[in-house]
């Protein structure tokens, strides 16, 4: 390829040039050359925009402005692309929006801001005839975003599932191998950097419910609606449960599902966050440590997994830098001939609900602490009968605990058929008042993802 017939190379100003930022400079610098081949023409990082201009400095370089105001850089009319890293929902969104509304196309990691504002963003953007790139947004260095968009886009996605909080999956694998409680988990994994200082988001399903909002847009067509998601983490979680799912061939993970229902009386979009029983024998079940994996079930092509890191500066740098070169292909492009931001056409998006958590159907795990006597398990069967649940399988352990009266308790795991929530509810407040139900009930969600 000629050098000198390129176009001349797109200008990137960054803005936040923390982990991610820095992998990104890290990764344009070392494949510079790579990336012109593929691009058709350059891409360079002209300045950058940090409240820590000597940090910056030290991680830049020479030949690279820094400067410590975002808006300069939005203001300045030889800036093509703007690169927001800066994170959450305040100054960015302010940024984001500025830089769209003066022409500049907007690449991004920032999942929270685009489940929270991605509605007005890329209406902003489509009014502007400019792109909102975002595959950093959604598990890191896997190219989810692209595969749902471009890849996947003669399916009608049926329901898309993953392990998409590497801090969450790592906890749980190390409970499963060690045998040891949450919080204990969580120490070490602070300890060793897997945990943030304040792990809230991670641990509480904040930040996988963020990623789990915007798959759901791209597969069915809808708007972001991170509002009616059901968010639900792993920090009630005990290594008891772990160990029975273990024994009964399930592996417990923390997933952000989106699924498509259209029965009669239930149209629309299961949108949750939850731990979740998933059979050992899926490829998803052993996804371990601080690894993230997708799976996206078409009616086409079927079941189709996607692994690899969810974080970190380079696999995340790796999404950003691909979304940097998507619009280097495209940025002369019909802005009505490139592919929307979310799959569909703008005027094409689905109307479809968010179904409330007690429309939506799963199947469950049930562990009920009981006290070791004739007829209990019969109380059981009868109100998940009544109830028109149906029994998968049920685990009753030897009695292990005497109480103060000389009385033995015990376990009774049961696993369940496919029901309604709402169903499942009301079954378990019933159990939940017997006599013979010594603790609160542990309920967690299993999906068979076939």
Do not use: C
């Amino acid at each position: 390829m000629n050098q000198d017939t390129l176009p001349r190379a797109l200008r990137v100003g960054l803005l936040g040039i923390g982990t991610v930022g820095g992998g990104t400079f890290e990764v344009l610098r070392r494949n510079q050359d790579e990336i012109r081949r593929r691009a058709g023409r350059g891409i360079e990082i002209a300045v950058v925009a940090d409240l820590n201009t000597e940090r910056a400095r030290q991680v830049v370089g020479e030949g690279v402005e820094v400067v410590s105001d975002a808006r300069s850089v939005i203001a300045r009319p030889d800036i093509d692309i703007v690169v927001e890293l800066i994170g959450g929902y305040g100054i960015a969104r302010t940024l984001v929006m500025e830089a769209i509304a003066a022409g500049k196309h907007v690449v991004t990691a920032n999942k929270a801001l685009l489940a929270v504002h991605g509605t007005e963003i890329f209406a902003a953007a489509h009014a502007r005839g400019v792109m909102v790139a975002f595959e950093a947004a959604v598990a890191g260095g896997i190219p989810i975003i692209k595969a749902l968009r471009e890849g996947l886009t003669a399916n009608r996605v049926q329901w898309v599932a993953g392990i998409i909080n590497g801090t969450t999956n790592f906890i749980l694998s190390e409970m499963r191998d060690k045998g040891l409680d949450f919080d204990v988990v969580l120490k070490e994994a602070q300890r060793l950097g897997y945990a943030e200082a304040d792990p809230t988001f991670d641990i509480e399903g904040v930040d996988a419910a963020h990623k789990a909002t915007l798959l759901s847009a791209i597969a069915f067509g809808v708007p972001v609606q991170f509002d009616r998601a059901h968010v639900e983490g792993i920090t009630k979680l005990q290594a008891t449960d772990i160990r029975y799912a273990e024994q009964l061939g399930y592996r417990i993970k923390l997933l952000g599902i989106a699924k498509r229902r259209d029965e009669a009386g239930a149209r629309g979009i299961e949108l949750r966050v939850h731990p979740t029983l998933v059979p050992a024998k899926r490829l998803i079940a052993n996804v371990e440590g601080a690894m993230n994996a997708v799976m996206v079930n078409g009616d086409a092509v079927g079941t189709t997994l996607y692994y690899g890191k969810g974080a970190g500066a380079e696999p995340t740098a790796s999404a950003v830098v691909a979304d940097l070169v998507d619009i280097a292909r495209l940025h002369s492009a019909d802005p009505d001939h490139r592919v929307p931001s979310l799959a569909f056409q703008p005027d094409a998006m689905s109307d479809a609900p968010i179904l409330p958590l007690e429309q939506v159907r799963t199947s469950f795990y049930l562990r009920l602490r009981v006290a070791d006597r004739a007829g209990v398990l019969a109380e059981i069967t009868r109100i998940l009968a009544e109830s028109d649940i149906s029994i998968d399988a049920v685990l009753q352990r030897e009695a292990d605990e005497v109480d103060g009266e000389g009385a033995s308790q015990t376990d009774l795991i049961i696993l369940t058929h496919e029901t309604q929530e709402g169903r499942m509810n009301a079954a378990l407040e019933q159990m939940q008042a017997l006599p013979s139900v010594l603790q609160p009930i542990v309920r967690i969600r299993k999906e068979e993802l076939a």
